[in-house]
């Protein structure tokens, strides 16, 4: 076998501190085990639990597995009972031929932590084999002038087994005149000699056939027999000479079949038949004779087949030299086979997971074994994996190596790794084998799911239907499996107060949110939640994520006349004294809109008047003004229709019935308007008798109020006011009164009231107002707002 030395990977390891680790896992003992050759498959060899001093179940605990330095699966280990067993029947022949002791090396490896346990397993002989000669007949020719006691060397017989099953005895059928004497050689091997007792005599006896047996030492022994032909000849007094007794020579392995190994040469100095020498192979293997061929003429020896230094690293072949005469002579061939790099290294894998967890600390993924059959530089090696890579080859003993992670890995990061553990030698050329490996990263739940936004803003429409699809929210998690699968869900909401499981829903599985009634601008314009993401990892994750909901506003409320009040009850008359000025203020149709935006922009238009022309209507604010002078030819009573619009799409509106009286003092009496419809005359009496006394419950009131304002305004001013009412320069003075509502107006409406002095009727007369302008407060004011306004001009709303 090639030997091989330590490899290390590339600028990847540091020598020392691997060699202390590699150390460590080393076992502390070196185990010996025996086996009869030829047992029966799942023979008991040792309870290795006992023999390691282990618990049963720790073998299977820590992986225990047997491999051997061939890679061959001679044993097998039943991890449940800790007993090493034979695999399969093992032929010591076969394994280790002549050699004796025949050992089998195989080391144990455990992991958890990692160990090796080297050990030895010899194969002991049994006597299967019985002694056979290579050739089955020997012609022996032997001179008639031989000297007594002169010894012929025969060929040996060959016996697989070993030691006392090996040859042991060689004997020879009963004659009178040759004797069997065993000798010995160097390397240990007994081999037959035929000594001549008694001088022959071709003329007595020209021939003679022995029976040549050998015998080994087994119990009970086998045995085995040749023919020995003996023919007397006549004198040749001269044997073949080799000019070499040794000759020696070195032969690549890779010498093609044919090639020239060595010739041998000998010399007879007979002449004729005796001067004649045949050269042919003596007491050699079979494996040599069909391994090598000899010329008989010439002496060269051809190669028969290839030669293969990682099974035979030298041959020694016996070659003899025959005259005619029968002589002969001897001599040894030693045959060196030179290694070439002809061998790859081999890498056998021990143990692999393929499979590791993210976030995982070091961990070995594979352990496993270096070889090169080759020898010397060709037999040692380099083992390395690629660079960039967090894996990294931690040498062990008896070449083995542990590829390791280098560190936590992140599957988000890089899923899969490819690594190729390469394997050179440092032969020329340089061989190498490369073996691949894929590395999954499985998935841990370390991400949480994250949404595409931090914060969503939707808009619904007012109105809405039911189970309406407002939007969506998206989550991606950057796991894998059930760990990156999302569920949606609603969290409470911060706001106790908010509905909010009955304003929306979310699809677990795909963050639509759903509208669940018919929502009101009016009643609610903006409203916010929060929004989680769970995955189903183990722990779970989750994130969350704030939706803002903004209702639109839609056109869906009519303006709402507030004054003068439209609501079927007795019609309120607005006076006009004749000698109002052209744009003179008669009154201003108040109304708001429930909606917002242009929604609630309100127009009025004059669309009916009983005299056009007289009254005009401003677009803006709803301000009733005289559109010109008035004259007595104009009627007293008039009836205005105006309309109220909105800036909605499409636009909703609303109209407003106006009474207006034109009188020239304020103690004219009342007058019916001309739109009442004639009743009954006892209808038309309590009538008048309900409206005087109105009026004069009125008129008391007024007056009383007016003379309260007058006065105070006398003694602030200090001054007597007798037929006119003095107006004060620089800021509005306090005795105005004030008509201003709480809700809808962005003004105060005040008008400067004056009694006339001086006058018989102790009329009231209406002055312009200080601000004249009046206009609609934003739509959106809630209709709490509403009735606080009316009600400030003294109506009664429920």
Known sequence: MAVTESCFPRQRQVLFLFVFWGVSLAGSGFGRYSVMEEAERGSFVVNLAKDLGLAVGELAARGTRVVSDDNEQYLLLDSQTGNLLTNEKLDREQLCGSTEPCILYFQI???????????????????????????????????????????????????????????????ISPNSFFHIKISGSDEGVIYPELVLDKALDREEQGELSLTLTA????????????????VVLDVNDNAPQFTQALYETQVPENSPVGSLIVKVSAEDVDSGV?????????DVSENIRTTFQINPFSGEIFLRELLDYELVHSYKLNIQAIDGGGLSARCRV????????????????????????????????????????????????????????????????????????????????????NIIITVTDLGIPRLKTEHNLTVWVSDVNDNAPAFTQSSYILFVRENNSPALHIGTVSATDRDSGTNAQVTYSLLPPQDTHLPLASLVSINADNGHLFALRSLDYEALQAFEFRVGATDRGSPALSSEALVRVLVLDANDNSPFVLYPLQNGSAPCT????????????????????????????????????????????????????????????????????????????PPRSATATLHVLLVDGFSQPYLQLPEAAPAPAQADSLTVYLVVALASVSSLFLFSVLLFVAVRLCRRNRAASVGRCSVPEGPFPEHLVDVSGTGTLSQSYQYEVCLLGGSGTNEFKFLKPIIPSFQVHDAGKNMGEIKNYRNSFGFNIQ
């Open 215 to 230: 015998l080994d030492g087994g119990s009970p022994p086998r045995s085995g027999t040749s023919t020995v032909h003996i």
């Open 574 to 649: 607005e006076l006009v004294p004749r000698a109002a000025e052209p744009g003179y203020l008669v009154t201003k149709v108040v109304a708001v809109d429930g909606d917002s935006g242009q929604n609630a922009w309100l127009s009025f238009q004059l669309l009916k008047a009983t005299e056009p022309g007289l009254f005009g209507v401003w677009a803006h604010n709803g301000e009733v003004r005289t559109a010109r002078l008035l004259s007595e030819r104009d009627a007293a009573k008039h009836r205005l229709l105006v309309l109220v619009k909105d800036n909605g799409e």
């Open 274 to 282: 005796n001067g004649e020498v045949a050269y042919s192979f003596f």
């Open 109 to 171: 490896l455990m992991d958890d932590p990692f160990q090796i346990y080297r050990a030895e397993l010899r194969v002991r002989d049994t006597n299967d084999h019985s002694p056979v000669f290579q050739e089955k007949e020997t012609a022996l020719k032997i001179p008639e002038n031989t000297a007594e006691g002169t010894a012929f060397r025969l060929e040996r017989a060959q016996d697989p087994d070993g030691g006392l099953n090996s040859i042991q005895n060689y004997t």
């Open 334 to 417: 030693l045959v060196e086979v030179l290694d070439i790099n002809d061998n790859p290294p081999e890498l056998i894998m021990s143990s692999f997971s393929n499979y590791i967890a993210e976030n995982s600390p070091e961990t070995a993924l594979a352990v496993f074994k270096i070889k090169d059959r080759d020898s010397g530089e060709n037999g040692k090696m380099v083992c390395y994996i690629q660079e960039n890579l967090p894996f990294l080859l931690k040498p062990s003993v008896e070449n083995f190596y542990i590829l390791m992670t280098e560190g936590a890995l992140d599957r988000e990061s890089r899923a899969e790794y």
